[in-house]
């Protein structure tokens, strides 16, 4: 199983990226899928969470800008962020409750925010 991150960027702060976050190789079925950011200096933190059913949970610092989704039948998650501050930059990582076989994370993808 393979999860492949893309999206990221530049973007000036106000603006809005979209990440997406596809799972290839031997899938059952996915129970959670996320996203996650680590800035430099900082631990690896959650943003957002989708459970199979559609239920979401955020972190408090992106709730109201960032809207995470997914296509079951595609295996991809997504996290549309808007209105970009320059403390969003980080790399944020998709990863992946695979019901057969365990957590998976993608490689990463680099989401900067100039002021």
């Known amino acids: 199983v393979q999860l492949q991150a893309s999206g990221g960027g530049l973007v000036q702060a106000g603006g809005s990226l979209r990440l997406s976050c596809a799972a290839s190789?031997?899938?059952?079925?996915?129970?959670?899928m996320g996203w996650y950011r680590q800035a430099p200096g900082k631990e690896r933190e959650l943003v957002a969470v989708?459970?199979?059913?559609?239920?979401?949970n955020y972190a408090d610092s992106v709730k109201a800008r960032f809207t995470i989704s997914r296509d079951n039948a595609k295996n991809t998650v997504y996290l549309q962020m808007n209105s970009l501050k320059p403390e969003d930059t980080a790399v944020y990582y998709c990863?992946?409750?695979?019901?057969?076989?365990?957590?998976?994370w993608g490689q990463g993808t680099q989401v900067t925010v100039s002021s």
């Open positions: 989708i459970t199979s059913g559609g239920s979401t």
């Open positions: 190789g031997s899938i059952f079925s996915i129970n959670t």
């Open positions: 990863n992946a409750d695979m019901s057969t076989t365990g957590w998976y």
